[in-house]
């Protein structure tokens, strides 16, 4: 896993999103872990433009979290709509 996320990050989220921080399989708090690396991989990207490999684990990373809410909106739409707006995606 990358550096800039530390063990103690990783189960806060989990711990907010997905009730506890061994809830590791939540949809909810996976959305909200790609969400993160996503923004920490577009600020790498600001910096580096040339990273080219980084801009791939971008891209895979926004495929894995669209597919995940569209898994979510079609589980259970609330949670879906409450999830991007406490995330703040999908304006």
Not at 36 to 52: A, F, P
Not at 76 to 91: F, N, P, S, T, V
């Given at each position: 896993?990358?550096n800039?996320l530390?063990?103690?990050?990783?189960e806060?989220?989990?711990?907010?999103?997905?009730?506890?921080?061994?809830?590791?399989?939540?949809?909810?708090?996976?959305?909200a872990?790609?969400?993160?690396?996503?923004?920490?991989?577009?600020?790498?990207?600001?910096?580096?433009?040339?990273?080219?490999?980084?801009?791939?684990?971008?891209?895979?990373?926004v495929?894995?979290?669209k597919?995940?809410?569209?898994?979510?909106?079609?589980r259970?739409?609330?949670?879906?709509?409450?999830?991007?707006?406490?995330?703040?995606?999908?304006?």
């Open positions: 896993m990358a800039y530390t063990k103690e990050k990783r806060g989220i989990f711990q907010e999103y997905g009730g506890a921080a061994s809830n590791t399989g939540s949809t909810e708090a996976q959305i872990l790609f969400t993160y690396r996503i923004q920490m991989l577009s600020e790498h990207l600001q910096k580096n433009k040339k990273d080219h490999a980084c801009r791939r684990a971008l891209l895979s990373l495929g894995k979290r597919r995940l809410l569209q898994y979510l909106s079609k259970d739409l609330q949670k879906y709509r409450d999830l991007i707006e406490k995330l703040g995606i999908r304006k």
